[in-house]
């Protein structure tokens, strides 16, 4: 249920945003740990497109192996979290980029 308060949340500052300032269409999200964990899932719902603008995450991701115990699903996932935000496509995966 976390999750959904948050998105509430990320909406209720986009409604307001303005009164306050700040631009409704420049949502950054910060998040360390368990907090970036939740942020990277963020990045690939659907309930959330297009309300993010940026992000900050420090020392997690939804796809480390404490949530995910199988590399193939690991791999799968990342891959796709990766192509969702434009860095890997079909001819550029994740395994191309590696250093």
């Given at each position: 249920?976390?999750?959904?308060?948050?998105?509430?949340?990320?909406?209720?500052?986009?409604?307001n945003?303005?009164?306050?300032?700040?631009?409704p269409n420049?949502?950054?999200?910060?998040?360390?740990?368990?907090g970036?964990?939740?942020?990277?899932g963020?990045?690939?719902?659907?309930?959330?497109?297009?309300?993010?603008?940026?992000?900050?995450?420090q020392?997690?991701?939804?796809?480390?192996?404490l949530?995910?115990?199988?590399n193939?699903?690991?791999?799968?996932?990342s891959?796709?979290?990766?192509?969702m935000?434009?860095?890997?496509?079909k001819?550029n995966?994740?395994?191309?980029?590696?250093?």
């Amino acid at each position: 249920m976390g999750i959904y308060d948050q998105i509430l949340a990320m909406n209720w500052i986009k409604d307001n945003a303005r009164s306050f300032g700040g631009d409704p269409n420049h949502i950054v999200l910060m998040g360390e740990s368990a907090g970036a964990m939740t942020i990277s899932g963020h990045l690939i719902s659907p309930l959330t497109r297009g309300m993010i603008k940026r992000t900050i995450m420090q020392s997690g991701s939804a796809t480390i192996p404490l949530v995910l115990d199988d590399n193939a699903q690991l791999y799968k996932i990342s891959q796709k979290l990766a192509t969702m935000v434009g860095c890997a496509d079909k001819t550029n995966t994740i395994k191309d980029n590696l250093v």
